[in-house]
């Protein structure tokens, strides 16, 4: 009878000593285990836009810039707003730019982020829906003209928590212009948009 005692203790203590042994312990480094992503956030961004459709041969590429704040309720979604900025030369130009950009884009956004993991390193998927104004440089731009329009941009990001407080992001997205009456001499066409990728900074609270 002690022998069967003494053999299920033994037991009892070998099983949770390997389940011990495959808990992380509370010191673990972060990588080797889920991670934190709710909470307010914000993000600095610099990356590169361009232009499709009918567009896409008047317009070169540019740089791209804004800023995001946001909160994430849970692991999962994400609420943001922000603002998003980008300037492009013509393709042609009938002036020299002298080192200004020919049309340059402010722009205000609200959006969504729906991530797919809770791990350090995070895909995820964007949607939102925003105005901007674009303002043409002087001269002699027939073609283009001061103007305010909608947008709606999509697409998809990969986020990566470099510390708990300090992430590290890259998002690729695709708007769909509302209209593009800066553009005069063309009219909205299928496929005519406005491609952006971005390499965001920023840190949680």
Do not use: H
């Not at 998809?156 to 992001?169: D, I, K, M, N």
């Amino acid at each position: 009878m002690k022998r069967g005692i003494g053999l299920g203790l033994c037991l009892v203590g070998l099983t949770g000593g390997a389940a011990g042994a495959q808990a992380p312990p509370d010191d673990a480094p972060v990588r080797s285990r889920q991670v934190e992503w709710k909470g307010p956030y914000f993000l600095l961004g610099l990356g590169l836009e361009g232009y499709t459709g009918k567009l896409a041969p008047n317009l070169d590429p540019g740089p791209s810039y804004g800023v995001i704040v946001g909160y994430r309720p849970n692991d999962f979604l994400g609420l943001e707003v922000g603002y998003s900025g980008g300037a492009s030369n013509l393709a042609v130009s009938e002036s020299p730019s002298i080192g200004n950009p020919d049309i340059v884009r402010n722009g205000a956004q609200a959006g969504v982020t729906l991530g797919f993991t809770s791990k350090r390193l995070q895909p995820f998927a964007l949607a939102g829906i925003g105005v901007e104004r674009y303002s043409v440089r002087s001269g002699n731009f027939f073609q283009f003209l001061d103007d305010t329009g909608g947008y709606a941009p999509v697409g998809l990001g990969l986020r990566y928590q470099l510390r708990p407080r300090l992430t590290a992001e890259v998002r690729g997205s695709y708007s769909f212009l509302f209209g593009q009456d800066f553009s005069r001499a063309q009219d909205l066409g299928a496929g005519d948009g406005r491609y952006q990728g971005t390499l965001q900074i920023g840190g949680s609270y």
